[in-house]
């Protein structure tokens, strides 16, 4: 049920996020076209790609399971892999949102109880980090509703379109990766 209040903060996100569209696609477009080698199309590119990501994460689509981003992305690298968990550096190298202080996060879900850390039996200073029965049973509840998000986020794409452009984020960004050496 939405209120009244909620209404009018969903409609203030909305201004504020035409406003910076409005300001990008506009005012820097004109202020940049004053340089001779000014490629806007890569601007835009870019700038779409700051854009876009900072809307889907203005959904919150974790906060309803009081889990922040670093968290819930945690909860699907240990709910997918194996047994035997994985180690914090591990968790931190295939973190697809921020790395920043993985130890608090994982501390943090320790608290709600969602991930306990074991030691290794081949090397006692290695420690695992392994799901609890409560993450277990919370990513398996988490999975579906996630991609009922999915699927209605990209619903204004048809198949062919997200598979084309699953084809150039995967190709741009091995790109950038590729370049980055």
């Known amino acids: 049920m939405r209120t009244e209040h909620g209404d009018e903060m ?11 569209r409005a300001y990008y696609w506009g005012k820097v477009r004109k202020y940049c076209e004053r340089y001779k080698d000014f490629d806007w199309p890569s601007t835009e590119l870019i700038l779409n790609f700051a ?5 889907l994460v203005s ?3 974790h906060a309803e399971f009081n889990l922040s981003p670093s968290a819930m992305n945690i909860l699907m690298i ?6 035997r968990g994985y180690m914090q ?3 931190s190298g ?3 949102v921020s790395r920043a202080n993985v130890t608090k996060v994982i501390d943090g ?17 290695a420690r695992f980090v392994k799901l609890t029965d409560a993450g277990k049973t919370l990513a398996r509840r988490v999975i579906p509703i996630q991609n009922k998000k999915f699927v209605r986020i ?28």
Request: glycine content about 2%; charged content about 35%; overall charge positive.
């Open 10 to 20: 969903d409609k203030r996100k909305e201004i504020t996020i035409d406003q910076r």
């Open 89 to 91: 550096q591990e968790l």
């Open 154 to 181: 990209t619903a204004g794409l048809s198949k062919n379109e997200i598979k084309t452009l699953n084809q150039l984020l995967t190709k741009f960004s091995a790109w950038i990766v590729e370049s980055r050496s």
């Open 94 to 96: 295939l973190l697809l």
């Open 59 to 61: 959904l919150k689509a």
């Open 109 to 125: 879900m320790e608290k709600q109880k969602l991930v306990f850390r074991s030691s290794s039996q081949d090397d006692r200073r």
């Open 78 to 83: 240990l709910n997918f892999g194996d047994d």
């Open 51 to 55: 854009y876009t990501h900072d809307v």
